[in-house]
């Protein structure tokens, strides 16, 4: 195995745990999420000779990712089903990490009900903590698409989610 060969398995050793917590965030599905890494390790492979620097590989892997992803969302749809809300119990004093656990659970639930674009912006502004510019070259829409799509999926997760902590604090403008 040559150096270049090296360094791509280690890229891929130390990197694809981050990806695919990513996938799963745009996805919201494990399958989709090792799918979506899977075609994002393929394609670095087939470009690892072309990138002049191999510390931009994951940057380079996660553009190929939101790319396919955005693809997908704009194939033909079949209409998903989802099983009856599930609402967490709201029990006074029972802080353990059955609470926490159902918090995460009622989150993803109501991430899942946000549109594709709306999730992509999600988790590339808070997840990964990237700038409004950012997220527009990353998805290839204009920075007020990002603006917008970001607001809509704020609005919704406050209203299916008015008890969380989290979403009620304001995000920083322009960042």
């Known amino acids: 195995m040559d150096a270049r060969e090296a360094d791509y398995a280690h890229f891929v050793r130390t990197r694809t745990h981050a990806l695919l917590r990513s996938a799963y965030l745009l996805t919201g599905d494990q399958h989709l999420a090792e799918d979506l ?6 394609r670095t492979h087939r470009s690892w000779q072309r990138l002049e ?6 940057a380079y892997a996660r553009k190929v990712m939101y790319h396919a992803q955005v693809s997908f969302w704009r194939r033909p ?3 998903e089903v989802f099983p009856a809300d ?8 029972a802080d353990d990490h059955a609470d926490t656990t159902v918090e995460r659970l009622v989150l993803r639930r109501a991430l ?6 709306q999730r992509a912006v999600i988790v590339l502004r808070f997840f990964e903590d990237h700038t409004e510019a950012e997220a527009a070259q990353l ?8 603006k917008t799509q ?8 406050r209203s299916l989610l008015p008890d969380l902590s989290v979403l009620t604090e ?3 403008a322009g960042r």
Do not use: C, H, I
């Not at 620097?53 to 994951?58: G, K």
């Open 37 to 42: 890494v899977q075609e994002a390790l393929a």
């Open 53 to 58: 620097r191999t510390e931009n590989a994951e």
């Open 77 to 79: 749809k079949v209409a």
């Open 86 to 93: 599930f609402e967490p119990d709201s029990r006074p004093g």
């Open 112 to 117: 899942l009900t946000l549109s594709p674009k």
């Open 139 to 146: 998805m290839g829409v204009s920075v007020s698409t990002v």
């Open 150 to 157: 970001t607001a809509r999926a704020l609005d919704r997760l």
């Open 170 to 172: 304001v995000p920083e």
